[in-house]
């Protein structure tokens, strides 16, 4: 075990991507992969046969593993991208204390159902693992332009800025910049919710409202965003950081956005149980939604857009309606 060794646990398109970036920087990647189907195609064609599908990865850097205890083993640092619904079942089997001594980072950018905590809460509370040992990685990026060598930004947040900086140091590359926070929460949950907000443009699009007024809905989010994320974790901070209005803004905006494809499938008059079966990724605002419905009663924070977004995905309240109630009450 080399200590830049890393282990990536997640089978999906970021996972993939991460995966590429990582061995272009000559880093030996172990690769739990739960799906088998997915793991024997990459074991053999070094490729992800769902996901960025175009990519071929190095054989001699990235190993496929099927086992999460063994790939937890080969890597003192642990990636952790998979949909945070999901991350509870990936881990299973792992001991509560094998993660003790290791950096462990999150690229997932969702928060986790029944807990709802997000991922470095969970880390922390259900693993022991000190926040110190916790790096929190966040856009504004999309697996797919990663993938195709798209200039990125990439911003890794710790408690520790040195772990942080380790662990930025295995992606910078030419087309990955690299940015360094210790607002560990806050770059957390923007990214939480930035994937909410992306559901509401989405939605207000398929409804047949313009640019104007999407642009004026991503400015109220972002101002939402920021007191909502200041009242679950107080701290200086500036809103308009890539972390906080960039991923917000490219998760609204772009064709890559599948949170705002789903939300885009809701206003064209799908059901959300279709627009869901119809989606081959998984689109974490949906998931998130009702869980930053519970957390928001920790704080008494007004958040009327999530709220919007949440009564259209669980209380079947109409999308018309809902965007034209919303309408009156932006600025």
């Not at 282990?7 to 880093?27: D, E, I, K, Q």
């Not at 313009?210 to 972002?222: E, K, S």
């Not at 499938?265 to 974490?284: D, F």
Request: charged letters at 20%; proline letters at 4%.
């Amino acid at each position: 075990m080399k200590p830049d060794d890393v282990t990536l646990v997640g089978s999906g398109s970021w996972a993939t991507a991460m995966a590429m970036v990582l061995a272009s920087n000559g880093r030996r990647v172990a690769w739990y992969i739960d799906r088998p189907e997915i793991y024997r195609h990459v074991r053999c064609y070094h490729q992800n046969p769902f996901y960025l599908t175009s990519v071929t990865l190095d054989p001699g850097l990235v190993i496929p593993l099927n086992n999460i205890t063994e790939a937890v083993d080969a890597s003192n640092i642990i990636i952790l991208v998979t949909p945070a619904t999901y991350l509870k079942a990936e881990l299973e089997g792992l001991g509560d204390n094998k993660l003790g001594g290791k950096i462990v980072s999150s690229g997932i950018k969702g928060i986790v159902p029944g807990n709802n905590t997000v991922v470095g809460e969970y880390i922390h509370s259900i693993y022991g693992v000190p926040y110190e040992d916790i790096v929190i990685i966040t856009g504004p990026s999309h697996a797919e332009e990663v993938s195709m060598e798209k200039l990125t930004y990439l911003t890794f947040a710790s408690h520790d800025i040195s772990h942080a900086g380790r662990v930025a140091n295995l992606f910078s590359c030419r087309w990955i910049m690299t940015v360094i926070s210790s607002d560990i929460f806050g770059v957390e949950y923007a990214a939480v919710m930035k994937n909410i907000y992306a559901i509401a443009a989405g939605i207000a699009h398929g409804l047949g409202y313009g640019d104007n007024f999407i642009a004026v809905l991503l400015a109220n989010a972002a101002g939402e965003l920021g007191r909502f994320v200041e009242a679950l974790s107080p701290g200086q901070r500036d809103i308009t950081d890539s972390p906080y209005l960039g991923d917000l803004l490219v998760t609204g905006y772009s064709q890559f956005s599948r949170n705002r494809n789903l939300g885009y499938m809701i206003g064209k008059g799908y059901s959300v149980r279709n627009a869901l079966l119809e989606m081959n990724q998984v689109a974490e605002g949906y998931y998130a939604s009702a869980c930053i419905n519970e957390v928001k009663r920790r704080t008494g924070s007004d958040i009327p857009i999530a709220d919007t977004v949440y009564r259209i995905l669980y209380m079947n309240s109409a999308p018309a309606k809902e965007m034209r109630i919303l309408s009156k009450n932006l600025r």
